[in-house]
């Protein structure tokens, strides 16, 4: 492409190293931000600033934090017994957004992948088993990725933690609300079937 | 939605106030962002910083410039007698990308709309007409929207230049290359069966 400055050149080309935005997508928000008021240029630059100077990792939870712990971390409303292990933060934002989990989280940073060569030791996994002793937790709820890994990574926590007073439970899976049947994959509604329960119980959920 | 950091929340408000950017999209660039090696941030910030302190408005064509006359006016090896109109800088750099002209632009700020209240002396016509004498322009191309709007902002500007030694011309309008006849709207295939060619001129375009 072609510009009559230097700088939207430079604007494109960092705007168009985001994922999912393309050239196109890069120079319509670069001339966009152009014309702009100043305000709003401002704003996003002083987010960003922030984001590259101020933001922390949780020492507790490996979540993304403003101060050395978390604000679900530090939140002393929230359930200290139960803790919900993700991948990622984006799992960790899911999960929050749903508003139907009030414990803790740790985030592990992804899952065992002998194919990708990621091991135990690349994860927070040890600092996970610290944390179940530490908070004295009750429950620890997997929501890993339905996959062979994320499978792997939930039979490995698991081993760690069978000697310790600590229930493993994973998040439900079946078909989704909403959802056609006949659009669910086999694998999915055969599980969905096997994993059958009473209505009344199903009434609770 | 929830987040454990104030920092991440305000770069998602910050990046979901661009256009085609939504709540969703805007969390998974921030997080994306957030992860990101130091220099891609940097570099981000540096280009929106340098977009809002040095970008300025080039006092020829009024399209974006690093300097008071940008790269394209100041480039001697472009044909200056011609003048391309636009509306706005998204097609100047539309036009740019095709590698087709290599004359002089013009950035109109829009064109004529008695609906939308935006009469000629809102736009920049007034220098338009300078620079024609100025530069004893010979055509002058017209690159405009073909609507309504559009062909009003032409024929005023046609008017204007009736007693100057100059050629207007408008960019032709037909069906698409590549594109299916049938799928071609009426009153763009009307308007291409009436405008049709000899063949032999069309082999020269």
């Known amino acids: 492409m072609s510009y009559s400055s230097k700088i939207i050149e430079s604007a494109v080309e960092a705007l168009s190293s985001l994922p999912s935005i393309g050239k196109k997508s890069a120079m319509r928000l670069a001339i966009h931000l152009a014309s702009d008021s100043f305000d709003k240029k401002e704003k996003l ?34 359930d200290r017994s139960t803790i919900c292990v993700v991948e990622t933060i984006r799992d960790l934002i899911a999960i929050e957004d749903t508003g139907s989990y009030r414990g803790l989280y740790h985030v592990l940073g992804g899952v065992i992948s002998p194919l990708e060569g990621i091991g135990p030791e690349q994860l927070e996994i040890d600092t996970l088993i610290t944390r179940v002793d530490e908070l004295e937790a009750k429950e620890i709820v997997m929501a890993l990725s339905p996959t062979i890994d994320g499978e792997t990574t939930i039979f490995y926590i698991n081993r760690l933690l069978e000697s310790k007073d600590v229930n493993i439970t994973t998040i439900a899976r079946g078909v989704s609300f909403g959802g056609d049947l006949e659009y669910a994959d086999e694998f999915t509604l055969g599980r969905s079937i096997k994993a059958r329960l009473p209505y009344q119980q199903r009434q609770i959920l």
């Open 45 to 78: 630059i002083a987010a960003l600033t922030s984001m590259t100077n101020d933001l922390k990792i949780c020492n507790q939870c490996y979540s993304f934090s403003d101060t050395a712990v978390c604000s679900i971390c530090e939140n002393p409303t929230r």
